[in-house]
């Protein structure tokens, strides 16, 4: 089976710092993974993919991912963080005919 | 592309009446449909999985049910509706098997 868990459940950052979120998944074999963005009050939103290849993945608005196997990891990374990125974010990864979501992480940007 | 049309936006229900949400795709045939719900300040829940017409997986107990009539459409529904079914519906598509999921805007029910 497949599990994502999520380090951070509220992250809070000023205008221009780093962001860096934690997700790591269970599952041993091949993996598709995804993050998500739920802005206040809106749907989710696929921020960006990996299904195989660069571990370095690229997605919308500056976000970018980092794929590594040893570390059953996918975290999410931004090099500077904007007030509007204020929103909850989601690792997922589809497992058989589930889709699996981790329990989100709070991002909270100060102008 | 696909599109995900969810109704109504928001709901205020009655305890012990009954719920009907729909959820209905464009752009795409024979999709994985997908209802989660969403609590306050949690992460996603997933109720149901549909991978065809007629054919729905149940990931938890509970009040609730769910249909797919037809390839494109997935409803969800309760005949006795509980304080503890408030949330936050989102239904989601899923083209292929480990494929990313598309969303609908999601409909915010409050039981009352």
């Known amino acids: 089976a497949q599990s994502v868990s999520q380090h951070n459940h509220h992250v809070i950052l000023s205008e221009a710092a780093s962001l860096e979120l934690g997700c790591n998944y269970s599952?041993?074999?091949?993996?598709?993974l995804f993050w998500y963005v739920q802005y206040p009050g809106q749907h989710l939103q696929l921020l960006l993919k990996?299904?195989?290849?660069?571990?370095l993945v690229k997605g919308i608005k500056g976000f970018e991912a980092e794929f590594i196997k040893s570390k059953f990891s996918f975290n999410l990374r931004k090099p500077s963080v904007q007030w509007s990125d204020t929103a909850e974010y989601f690792c997922?990864?589809?497992?058989?005919?589930?889709?699996?979501f981790g329990p989100g992480t709070r991002l909270s940007v100060l102008p | 592309s696909q599109t995900i049309h969810q109704w109504p936006a928001t709901l205020v229900q009655p305890v012990g009446s009954p719920l009907s949400l729909e959820c209905t795709v464009e752009?795409?045939?024979?999709?994985?449909l997908y209802w989660y719900r969403q609590a306050a300040g949690r992460g996603l829940q997933l109720l149901f999985y549909s991978i065809g017409i007629g054919q729905i997986s149940s990931e938890v107990p509970q009040n609730l049910s769910a249909s797919r009539p037809q390839d494109r459409q997935f409803i969800l529904s309760s005949k006795k509706l509980l304080l503890s079914d408030s949330g936050f519906y989102l239904c989601?598509?899923?083209?292929?098997?480990?494929?990313?999921?598309?969303f609908g805007q999601g409909t915010r029910l409050t039981v009352v």
């Open positions: 990996y299904f195989s290849g660069d571990p």
């Open positions: 599952y041993g074999g091949t993996v598709n």
């Open positions: 752009g795409t045939s024979n999709p994985n």
């Open positions: 989601a598509c899923q083209l292929r098997e480990g494929a990313e999921a598309f």
């Open positions: 997922a990864s589809p497992y058989g005919q589930n889709f699996v």
